[in-house]
């Protein structure tokens, strides 16, 4: 992760929500280690949306899944979050795990503005993003 791709993630996150909602979002990328790479709050996004967003994308990488797919998991094991001794994780959906074309973890993005459903949506587009950028840098 970079912070050239990081902008990219984050200006096609941002436009899509523009496009589909009309509403304003936070969108934070980091790298395959949490570490925060690239971050926007727009106009008027939602205050709460700035470290819900960053701990979304930390989340992903955390534990390598989409911040859904770990909701599901803590669902169907009856596991409380607290279990995982780690006050920044989160179980909102709306992080997206990244990979480069081998399946390496380079990142995620997180998304928070949204309805959860929303959020993970336009997330899941950040690997759509992540796929066009690899093919240009071949």
């Known amino acids: 992760m970079n912070y ?18 009309g509403r304003q979002i936070c969108v934070a990328v980091c790298d395959q280690f949490g570490f925060l790479t690239a971050f926007v709050r727009m106009d008027d996004a939602p205050v709460r949306s700035i470290a819900l967003a960053q701990q979304k ?27 995982f001794c780690d006050p920044l994780l ?32 336009i997330a899941d587009a950040g690997t759509e993003t992540l796929s066009r950028y690899q093919q240009t840098v071949r």
């Open 90 to 121: 989160t179980a909102l959906p709306g992080g997206a795990l990244l990979t480069d074309t081998t399946g390496r973890v380079i990142g995620a993005i997180g998304v928070s503005g949204l309805t959860p459903a929303q959020d993970q949506e």
């Open 57 to 83: 994308a930390y989340t992903a990488t955390r534990m390598g899944v989409s911040t859904a797919a770990f909701l599901a998991r803590l669902r169907s094991e009856d596991i409380p979050i607290g279990y």
């Open 4 to 21: 050239e791709l990081g902008r990219k993630l984050v200006t096609a996150a941002t436009s899509r929500a523009k496009a589909d909602y």
